[in-house]
């Protein structure tokens, strides 16, 4: 028992790492969801079902689509992009989680412009929008822990 | 149990134990590389499944709204009895042309994505000025088929949203028109939304009535009368409510009818 013990905590920062990278890959999968709701209902012309009011004025708006592309398009790409990435990196593909925190990291930035966006220039703020605000801030958390972790992790098997 | 394990101490069984255990190892360790890639591949899959249900779930004909929302007037057309020979009126106001009593009402179920409705729009728009609002009546009717063609319901709301304007055939006539300019676009909202600016329309109100259920409710009621009136594809057109096969609507094929019709009642 003794023996085992300092083994156990050295690996401790890798499964901590681990276990973040992978709940990083279940969050975003609401992201995802999320956005391709939003994609299909673009598509279709459809107006989405929201309980607060500025959904149509945020999602109808210029800033909905990207020449053409609608933002909730390259929404469902990202997420899908950071859930293979999360993924992989949890099952000990460890390399890719460089990409990944690029990745989450613009996204981070992408959503702030769109919270400012709906802030102070439609002036509207739309639930499914801000779900995914909320979802890409705590990838960001989450990544950031994670990096953290393995970065821990490789010093701790280097040392 | 006896013999088991006097078999397993025996060297040779050792060493072929322990093969297993590396097979069963490498095996493990090949599933657990694997193992991402699969659960990868399977949320691609859930993810296109679900992106297929959503547009599934659009390609029924628009719900009408809940109860108690906005939707002024439509709710008292709902239930109205039939003018015309149908149990269902369609959204009312129609969207027509010429006198309400003129002698040949030209009904047309049309989508604005579908090729055949654009090349018969410059027909009928002939045949409006050549007959003019005393002995033809145009009504045109909302019948986009989704999800064949992806933007017939964003063309709709457009044109629906023009009419709350008082400019739906302003519209109309400029989607028609300008159909394989936006046919192949992949967001056709700030196309719509350059012709709403051209033919002058309050963009704020022009952007919320697209969305709005009231502009959603009005398609819905004339998809319903489309239904009732069996109206299979598009574009279909009815003669004072009556049935014109498909390749009578060539320009002569169509005066003709017209013709026959206001010989019939003059």
Redesign the interface.
Known sequence: MSETNPEANQLKPARRASLLYGIASIVS?VG??DA??L??????????RCTLSG???V????Y??VR???LAGLG?LAY?TV??LA??A????RALGKLLALVVGLMFLTTLWLLYLQAFVIGHFCQYCLLSALVTTTLTVLVIAATRASRTAAATQRG | MAISTARLSTPSSNQSVSVVRLIQNRVEQKMKRALPFIIIVVVLAAGITLAWSFLRSNAVAPAPPPAGNNAPGAAATANTPAASNTSEPGAEPAHALGNANAPVRLEEFGDFECPPCGMVHPVLKNLEAQYGPAKLRLVFREFPLVPAHVHALAAARAAEAAGLQGKFWEMHDLIYENQKAWHDAFDVRPIFEGYATTIGLDMDQFRRDQASEFVERRIFLDGKRGHAMGVQGTPTIFLNDRELPFETLAPDKLKAAIDAELAAHP
């Open positions: 999968l995802l969801v391709i709701y994609t299909v209902e673009h598509l279709s012309g459809r107006s989405v959904c149509s004025e999602l109808s708006s210029p909905a689509s053409g592309v609608p469902a899908f859930f293979s993924t992989l949890a099952f000990g593909y």
